[in-house]
């Protein structure tokens, strides 16, 4: 707010419509506001749980479906009730949305029923029935301009797209992910990009999420069920409808290595949730059973596990343990081959090879940070208190205070390194591979950082990369000498041996039991080389915001809040909706949006105004409330202890988060106040 020149705005603003709503825009959020966000009101008119919200492009207009089959229209600036619609359904309602250039006239909505439904709303009826899809339909989408369109996700594993111009009742398949997956794939939610309406994401019950260019998609009328007779199909018919290079994947780069631990512990990766920013150059997710992720489609950031050369100086000459010799051959075919498996550990220097070309001539390279001396006055404190927390073993308040230092001085190895070192003793989901990504940062501004480099080492054996944590711990050795024989890198060798030697033992019993084994998955559930290839490919994540959970339920929401996406919304299985600063990920308010469950937020496009919906049959609307001192009672003000409390509920025995949605309270996971968070299995043991 502070760059804004609100005078040169103010009188742009009487020149027109336009400069109005850019004027009204460039205002719509800022900090003050948001440490204002109170309770505004709550629209009642639903009998059962609200499942979804929908805003018209001018925002004077608010949609909602429910459990109890109906969607109402309401005005929400003045909270009241438009109109009700009787939509027909069967199940409950998933999605509504209103389409494009009809007026604010025609919605749509999808339900369990596996139906979607077009209603006029000035003479209340069902105006279209598609029956096309054999799965319940959760999310619908729309493009910006293109009227008459609309596409949807279903959980038979499908993604149809709807001209209401053509006379058939029938939907065209534009992806059909079962050719790639097998037949137990569910499309959970799909987005398309409001700058470029070719490009569509969406997420399955699985933790990547597929980007598409439909200008290469063909779409097709086949019918679903002689699609699946037989089972798995095989690539040749895939290839033929999404053709080389139209397609990309994106995935945390811990999440396909972990993703057995958490089936393991009857723990789901489904993404419940995908936007784009306001200006298309971003794609945010809500990953069921883990965090909310943020990446980057203009600038990628490529996964990066290690390779031995990394952060070699070139003039260093070979030493007599052969580490240099080995380095620089490594580097020399890495331009030829990846040299990981799932997520591929591709370094920054490497080239993809899929042809992709939903970003071509738009791609930026990466910024290269360069060293910086002394940090600035305001970094410098903020670092100093950070290490003081860190010391108090308030891990969380040190990672916020690390992180709004690195936005002050983006190019301190000593912040990142600092960082890495809370994340490790913090332990929370993702928190060691982003250790891992700190680290890689912090080398790459000071390849001479010691503890980074061992940091490393340490993060890819707790990441169970084995193979690549012993070579950055003999390359660590062979760098430093006089650290090769402490006492830490004795014990973390030893650690790593002993994990060699258990993976090996149990890779010979999995190959044993690979032809006899009962439970092997049926062929109708195989993935496809193809989709291997894309997954291998897939591009890591930009950023991450921790503390809501996300566990419950498959239609829980994040959005961006703001007319740049300053801010980030996501709902939680605690009852509370959480707001992040999108710069630094650090919290800044927490709310109590539902007794239960906050499923939904959608912003209003152009106001300080935001719509939630949960489990409460009630929609509620927020805005900053006035400055005359009264409190919000619905402010959760311990950030933190919240947060640490819903860390514990995703990790919890599945039986006791059972118990928690039913009211009851589980000593250790309902509440946040013990000291267990830095006791994770990370540990940084420094050199």
Known sequence: MADTNITRLAGQRETGDRARLRFERSLQVCPPWVQRMGLEAELSGHSGCVNCLEWNEQGTLLASGSDDLNAIIWQPLVHKQLCLLRTG?????????????????????????????????????????????????????????????????????????????MSSRDAMILVDLTQYCGTSVEVKCISINPRRPEMMATGANDPYIRMYDTRAVTAHRTKHAERRRGGFHGSSEAELNLPAGCAQYYVAGHLPMKQSDYQRRFRTLVSTYVTFS??????????????????????????????????????????????????????????????NGVTNGIAAKLHHTNGFSLLEGKQQPRTTLKPVGNLPPRAEALKLRANEVFCRQQFSLAIALYNQAIQLSPNSGILYGNRAAAYMKRGWDGDIYSALRDCHTALSIDPNHIKAHFRLARCLHELQWTKESLDCLNQFRGRFPEHAHSQACDMLDKDIKASLFSKSDHDEDKSTKSDTSPNRRRQGDAVSEAEKTLREKALDYETRFCGHCNTTTDIKEANFFGNNGQYIVAGSDDGSFFMWEKKTTNIVRVLRGDDSIVNCLQPHPSHCLLATSGIDPVVRLWSPRPEDGSNEERLVEEMESAALANQKRMNADPLEVMLLNMGYRITGISEGSDDEAGDGPAQCRPS
């Open 278 to 339: 306001p200006d298309g150059n971003e794609l945010l997710v809500n990953l069921g059973g883990e965090q909310v992720y943020l990446f980057d489609v203009v600038r990628p950031r490529k996964p990066h596990r290690f390779q031995l050369g990394d952060y070699m100086p070139a003039t260093l000459q070979p030493h007599d343990n052969g580490v240099v010799s080995k380095a620089h051959h490594s580097v020399a075919h890495a331009a030829a081959s990846t040299s």
């Open 89 to 165: 359904h069967q199940g409950n309602i998933f999605s509504v949305k209103f389409l494009p250039s009809s007026g604010d006239r025609i919605v749509a909505t999808a339900a369990a029923d596996c139906k979607v439904h077009v209603h006029d709303i000035n003479t209340k009826e069902v105006t279209q029935i598609f029956t096309c899809h054999t799965g319940r339909v959760k999310r619908l989408a729309t493009a910006p301009n293109v009227p008459y369109m609309f596409w949807s996700a279903s959980e038979d594993g499908t993604i149809r797209q709807f001209d209401l111009r």
